[in-house]
């Protein structure tokens, strides 16, 4: 079964530091987007992406952050400057839409998470 | 703005007992549902979704949920839980062509075995 793959699994990193955090979403996919859960906390939305552009981004999507899909595969998220509280999971996924019909539109595949600890 | 409720936010059940979590949300229109599970430690996966038909959508793992419009409820159930279903549950709503999801709080579910 397609996955959506995300790295690092786990990073470690200093207040101030840039991360990026890398997907592969799956192949045939065209919507991307980035969501977050703070440890304890429901997952919540960052950014939509299509057609090399945000297509809808949420209020913690400030510009510190910034996405870029860089080649045909990669999805990335960018964290210019970490805050202690960026600290927390990061889920990818991807979905397969169609402006008609229900089959399989909106159905998000997620990968299997990128935690950040900002020290 | 949509918005999802879930109302328990921890379960803890003996094996062989009936689960019902609950799922309500708050937008008017056309909407998709869904169920996500995330076992400890592990990813986010799609339990079951509705789009439209049969408001009774039947999942993996037995589970199986109900949308009922006039409530705008989606609650989910499983007849007789297992010890590996312990994991927390998300239930999220799309409008229907649009691209994000939102989610519910979630319900941590403990099954002792």
């Known amino acids: 079964e397609p996955e959506v793959t995300q790295t690092p699994s786990h990073q470690v990193t200093q207040m101030g530091q840039e991360v990026i955090l890398r997907c592969v979403p799956i192949?045939?996919?065209?919507?991307f987007y980035w969501y977050r859960q703070i440890l304890g906390q429901k997952v919540e939305f960052l950014v939509s992406?299509?057609?090399?552009?945000?297509?809808?981004k949420s209020e913690i999507f400030d510009d510190q952050f910034s996405v870029e899909r860089p080649d045909g595969s990669n999805f990335t998220l960018k964290i210019r400057s970490t805050k202690l509280e960026d600290s927390a999971m990061y889920f990818c996924?991807?979905?397969?839409?169609?402006?008609?019909?229900?089959?399989?539109?909106?159905?998000?595949?997620f990968g299997a998470g990128s935690r950040l600890t900002v020290l | 703005a949509q918005s999802v409720s879930q109302h328990n936010h921890h379960v803890i059940l003996s094996e062989a007992a009936s689960l019902e979590l609950g799922c309500n949300y708050s937008?008017?229109?056309?909407?998709?549902l869904f169920w996500y599970v995330q076992y400890p430690g592990q990813h986010l996966q799609l339990l079951l979704k509705y789009f439209s038909g049969d408001p009774l959508v039947k999942g993996i793992k037995g589970f199986e949920a109900e949308f009922i419009k006039s409530k705008f409820s989606f609650n989910l159930r499983k007849p007789s839980v297992q010890w590996s279903d312990t994991a927390e549950y998300f239930c999220a709503v799309n409008r229907a062509n649009a691209g994000k999801s939102t989610f519910g709080d979630g319900t941590t579910l403990t099954v002792k075995p």
């Open positions: 937008y008017g229109g056309t909407v998709n």
């Open positions: 996924a991807s979905s397969l839409r169609q402006t008609r019909g229900p089959s399989g539109a909106n159905v998000l595949t």
């Open positions: 192949s045939n996919h065209l919507y």
């Open positions: 992406f299509y057609n090399n552009e945000i297509s809808e």
